[in-house]
Structure formats: structure tokens, C-alpha cells
């Protein structure tokens, strides 16, 4: 049983194409975290976010904590926006994170 | 304000040897966490160390893995007699508070391969 599910697990997009990921989880948690892996291998932190939505750039993350739902969307993507993208609870209970097992995401010219 | 550091970068062992990986948090950052994403899997949590002290080592096997965060220096992740199967990806990820409830910034990972 996974804590947390995302979808789809891989993803091709023409650039300037609206994409849309998703996370799905089943711990109770205060906030949720949106992880980017280049294919180098480096991990950054897009978003933390507890409520409602964040916005950074063309990057949009939205949560509903009662569905136990959130979502990535990215705009007028680009293929320099091609990577993994992970989604990241910390349990309310417990010191660990889950993560979901990723989207490989490629933006095509 | 540097970023989290890890090192080395890459790091070849013969079935037997030892590891050590190490881990500087970013200035200021009390938390540490350590993870290890397989060949193509996914991020698993190993430990969460505080300065001095081992906060939850629940993702870590209990055998030949060890971590430490001393009062001085780098955090270390240390496995003994390696096989095959440590081969991964290892990040450590710092933060100011408990994970939970702050961002983590992750360093560049340790790419371990076991010969």
C-alpha cells in the first residue's frame, strides 16, 4: 500500500501545452511538499503549501486537504520544464516524508 | 548562504568496504534528513538526525547502516560491508525546523556503486 500515489507516471507534452499532475495520499498531514528532480539527478523544492494555492511563475500548486488531493499545473510549459516531479507528505504523526513515485515529465519543441 | 553539501559526489566500493557519506546542512539548519532512490525508483526516507541526536532511524536497515550528526561537523551516513544492492542514490536534505513544517533544500546526492 502506497501513502502516496501520483499520476500519470509519465507525460509528454508539446511546449506551450497546460499540464496538469497529480497526488493523491492517505495520512492525515498539515502540509505538502512539490519536488522537482532534474535529469541530472538534483532535487529542489518547488512548493510547501497547507491550504488553498501557490503560485511561482508559471508553476501552480493547489490542495484540498479534506479530498486528500493536490495538484501541479504548469503553464505554457517548456522543455526546459522537463524533469520528475515528486510529490512529498510529512505524516502528522511520525518524523518520516512519503513520496509519491514520481512523474517523468517531457516537454517537446 | 552556501547550499546544502554533499560529498563525494560519486563514490566506487568493492563489495566489503566501507561508505561514508557526508552531509553539511545549510548554515543555520539544525535537521537533517537522509534518503536513498534506487535505480529507478523512487525517494525512500532512512533517518532524521538532529544535532547529537538520532531523532527516527525507521527507514534505515539495522544492519551494517549507521548515521551520526555530531555537535561539529558533517552528518555522516556510514554503511559497512556493502553489497550490490546499496548501490543508489543518496540525498540529505536540511532544513530549520522539523520537515513537516518548513521546506527542505537537498544537496546534490552521493551516486554509490558497489562492484
Known amino acids: 500500500k502506497n501513502e502516496v500515489e501520483q499520476s500519470p507516471q509519465n507525460l509528454t507534452a508539446q511546449e506551450g501545452e497546460f499540464i496538469t499532475i497529480n497526488c493523491s495520499y492517505s495520512v492525515g498531514i498539515s502540509a505538502l511538499h512539490w519536488l522537482q528532480q532534474h535529469p541530472g539527478g538534483g532535487i529542489v523544492s518547488l512548493f510547501m503549501l497547507s491550504s488553498g494555492k501557490k503560485k511561482h511563475g508559471r508553476l501552480i500548486a493547489t490542495i484540498n486537504i479534506q479530498e486528500k488531493h493536490s495538484s501541479l499545473h504548469i503553464t505554457a510549459s517548456h522543455p526546459r520544464d522537463s524533469a520528475v516531479y515528486i510529490c512529498?507528505?510529512?505524516?502528522?504523526?511520525?518524523?518520516?516524508?512519503?513520496f509519491g513515485t514520481g512523474t517523468s515529465l517531457t516537454v517537446i519543441p | 548562504n552556501a547550499g546544502v553539501m554533499q560529498n563525494p559526489r560519486h563514490l566506487v566500493r568493492r563489495r566489503g568496504q566501507e561508505a561514508r557519506l557526508r552531509c553539511s546542512p545549510m548554515k543555520g539548519h539544525s535537521h537533517v534528513y537522509w534518503y536513498r532512490q534506487l535505480p529507478e525508483e523512487g525517494l525512500k526516507f532512512m533517518v532524521y538526525?538532529?544535532?547529537?541526536?538520532?531523532?527516527?532511524e525507521s527507514g534505515m536497515p539495522k544492519e551494517r547502516f549507521s548515521a551520526e550528526f555530531p555537535k561539529e561537523g558533517p552528518s555522516i551516513l556510514r554503511i559497512q560491508q556493502v553489497v550490490r544492492g546499496d548501490s543508489a542514490a543518496y540525498f540529505c536534505?536540511?532544513?530549520?525546523?522539523?520537515?513537516?513544517?518548513?521546506?527542505?533544500?537537498f544537496g546534490p546526492g552521493t551516486r554509490l556503486t558497489v562492484t
Open positions: 538526525l538532529q544535532k547529537e541526536n538520532i531523532i527516527d
Open positions: 512529498a507528505v510529512p505524516p502528522n504523526t511520525g518524523n518520516q516524508f512519503y
Open positions: 536534505a536540511s532544513s530549520p525546523l522539523r520537515g513537516g513544517f518548513s521546506e527542505q533544500y
